[in-house]
């Protein structure tokens, strides 16, 4: 089947514009993660949903970040106001209970901001 | 946000060689996970460990769940050049819910 599926896999965008990252679950899967990952470095927690409800915020970074999950499934990391510290892998992974803790990711979304 | 502290951060090895790194927390962990991530990709997950002092093994790597729950290492045997890659730990705390704990990642290299 599908595996979790990132778009777009680039983008290069000017400091000051929004930027809208999405990300496709694998079918049936109710909960999603959106991480972040800087050149060289782990996986930064950012934000996680259950269902369309996210239980977790706590790993954004500033209000300029928000997230979205619409009909339990696709959902949309958004940017405002990008500066270059955004620069980095925007990963999504999602899960299906009861294995929670055994998250798939996607292919990432590599974010330039000039 | 923290960070499990892994170790060794990089490694270069000979084909056929035996690969061991590990990770450590200062916090418990219920479930640790160890992922392989190659250039342009998302972490793919080789193993996970579900219990204090379980160790696993999926071909040829074998992984251990620390006996404290605060550590865990993973080893590959016979190592060949496909094995290139970052290896990372994840630990997941039931009290959080939701988010995996990363390690900083450990780069293999293989020279034939």
């Known amino acids: 089947g599908a595996g979790v599926s990132q778009s777009p896999s680039n983008k290069v965008t000017e400091k000051g514009k929004d930027v809208e990252l999405r990300c496709d679950p694998i079918?049936?899967?109710?909960?999603l993660y959106w991480y972040r990952q800087s050149l060289g470095q782990g996986l930064e927690f950012l934000i996680y949903?259950?269902?369309?409800?996210?239980?977790?915020k706590s790993g954004l970074p500033s209000d300029r970040f928000s997230a979205e999950r619409t009909g339990g499934s696709v959902s949309t990391l958004t940017i405002q106001r990008t500066q270059q510290e955004d620069s980095a892998v925007y990963l999504c992974?999602?899960?299906?209970?009861?294995?929670?803790?055994?998250?798939?990711f996607g292919p990432g979304t590599r974010l330039t901001v000039l | 946000g923290q960070q499990l502290n892994q170790s060794p951060q990089s490694m270069f090895i000979q084909e056929g060689e035996d690969v061991s790194m590990n990770c450590t927390s200062s916090s418990i962990f219920n479930t640790w996970l160890w992922y392989k991530q190659d250039p342009g990709e998302g972490p793919v997950l080789l193993i996970a460990l579900y219990k204090a002092g379980e160790l696993t093994s999926n071909g040829r790597l074998t992984a251990q769940f620390g006996i404290t729950r605060k550590d865990s290492f993973l080893n590959i045997s016979a190592s060949i050049p496909s094995d290139v890659g970052i290896y990372f730990c994840a630990g997941y705390d039931t009290g959080t819910a939701s988010k995996l704990t990363f390690g900083t990642g450990t780069r293999l290299q293989v020279t034939l």
């Open positions: 949903f259950q269902g369309n409800s996210a239980p977790d």
């Open positions: 079918s049936g899967h109710t909960a």
């Open positions: 992974a999602s899960s299906s209970p009861p294995s929670t803790d055994t998250q798939y």
